[in-house]
Nanobody
């Protein structure tokens, strides 16, 4: 069965950088999309960035220009490089993936079938 395992979260001061990773197993990244979502306490889960197996990327407005999503096919690992972090970036970050053949450019959680357990990112001011 498909497993997505996030790592790399932690605490950082505002203006700092962090990279979170998501290792995928038993997953075929073909005509598919992978994405990062986040959820802060008391708030709804929101899409942060996505990348399709065709190379499309899309970013949510609050992170555009600061975050970069990438996928290493050899390592089967999704990354999110986060620069110039702000306290409002504090959240649990989740990795998500669509089924193969169901690639999407949507940052709507309903478009994604597989989810990781999350990794916490905390940004202090």
């Amino acid at each position: 069965q498909v497993q997505l395992v996030e790592s790399g979260g932690g605490s950082v001061q505002a203006g700092g950088s962090l990279r979170v990773s998501c290792a995928a197993s038993e997953y075929t990244y073909r005509s598919a999309s992978m994405a990062w979502f986040r959820q802060a306490p008391g708030k709804a889960r929101e899409g942060v960035a996505l990348i399709s197996s065709y190379g499309h990327t899309r970013y949510a407005e609050p992170v555009n220009g600061r975050f970069t999503i990438s996928y290493d096919n050899a390592k089967k690992t999704l990354y999110l490089q986060m620069n110039n972090l702000k306290p409002e970036d504090t959240a649990m970050y989740y990795c998500a993936a669509t089924q193969s053949g169901r690639w999407s450019l949507s940052l709507n959680a309903a478009s994604y079938h597989y989810w990781g357990q999350g990794t916490q990112v905390t940004v202090s001011s």
